[in-house]
């Protein structure tokens, strides 16, 4: 098992910025993905950014230029630098990892951390 704890959510202004970590622990084999999703209420929850081992990273496009995904794999801990956030930002931010071992991978989640953006 693995456990994904989020912190760095909050309350900015539009403009601002944040940063959000997302530790794991537990029995970790190997993080292949490092991802972060969003979700508001009455919608699903929808892709951010995510990260390889490798470092590769890719992002929604909405956020592309605006938010940095990174990863320290000494920690094991990843990152989300979020800046020129906007009130469409709001959302409650949830970290994903994929741990893997002989082939095998199981997705782990977080609790999540609010996000609020206010104009």
């Known amino acids: 098992q693995v456990q994904l704890v989020e912190s760095g959510g909050g309350w900015v202004q539009a403009g601002g910025s944040l940063r959000l970590s997302c530790a794991a622990s537990g029995t970790i084999y190997s993080i292949n993905y490092m991802g972060w999703y969003r979700q508001v209420p009455g919608k699903q929850r929808e892709f951010v950014a995510r990260i390889t081992r490798s470092g590769f990273t890719n992002y929604a496009d909405s956020v592309k230029g605006r938010f940095t995904v990174s990863r320290d794999d000494a920690r094991n801990t990843g990152y989300l630098q979020m800046n020129s956030l906007k009130p469409e930002d709001t959302a409650v931010y949830y970290c994903?990892?994929?741990?893997?071992?002989?082939?095998?991978?199981?997705?782990?989640w977080g609790q999540g951390t609010q996000v609020t953006v206010s104009s």
């Open positions: 994903t990892v994929t741990n893997s071992r002989m082939g095998v991978s199981t997705d782990y």
